[in-house]
């Protein structure tokens, strides 16, 4: 599971126990949680709030500081997974990414990494996609969950925003950059290209599952703005926005889940079909 948790420590105390009582709901195996609000990088106040988070919901923890953010990431899993490594990167991302290796009991471990991109430079977070295909390699079993702030590789899943319904303030940082002030705005895709070039796969297109928007019900536009990516597509097995009452109440972000048959994750990437998004 994925879930932008719109300043976790920030937000209220009921706001917060929400938050945990739909993520003891949905019983997730390892969860990728963004912003997790600690100004100036407190860590010691980082790694109390995720300590809060991991005690409600009876799991292990790594908290990644994001040393250019106030907003954090973390990874949390249930303990009978054998930890294998961890480690915290800073690399001059905007969030920081987080990476675990985990025994989930199968022949090869299971890479789990989290992220946050820059939320308005288009071209940090087409730096940020290069950082990742430089640390996470395919030869691991990996999955990515992000709030990727940005927009699918292929226009026909993830279709053009009507930018004419939109701030003309906000276009210019989520537009491909054009010298020519008047040619129409085209999304800038490259994170999510640069991603797919490199041979990761974008979890709902690759599954073929509907259209979801995970952002968007409380302010700016409906987006698929969350997202795993996966070095074993084979694995995939079930990709689901948690759409609900609650959910919505929450965070400015739905959860995002994705199951995977561990069975699957030797598998090599070049067996998947369909190729990173093209339609099945």
Known sequence: MSWNLMSYGKSGSV????????????????VCLQE?????????ELDRLVGAIAEALGMAAIAVPAKHSDCHVAILWRPEYGLLSQRAYDLLMWHGLGVVRLDVGVEVPLTVAVTHLSPWNPDK???????????????EATILGADWN????????????????LPAEWIARHVRWNDDPDAPPVADRRPSQMMQRS????????????????????????????VFWTTRPTALRRY???DTAAARN???????????DPQALAQASSSA??????KP
């Open 15 to 30: 706001t917060r126990r929400g938050q945990h009582e739909l993520l003891r709901f949905l019983r997730p195996d390892v």
């Open 36 to 44: 997790i609000y600690a100004a100036g990088a407190d860590t010691t």
């Open 125 to 139: 977070q087409l730096a940020d996609a290069y950082t990742l295909t430089g640390q996470l390699p395919l030869s």
């Open 150 to 165: 940005s927009f699918g590789a292929d226009p026909e899943y993830d279709p053009e925003p009507d930018w004419s319904a």
């Open 199 to 226: 041979g990761f796969y974008d979890a709902a297109p690759q599954l073929g599952a509907p259209w979801r928007a995970t952002s968007g019900h409380r302010s700016g536009w409906s987006r698929r703005e969350d």
């Open 240 to 242: 689901q926005v948690v």
């Open 250 to 260: 929450l965070s400015d972000h739905l959860p995002i889940v994705v199951d995977l």
């Open 273 to 278: 079909s369909p190729r990173n998004g093209a």
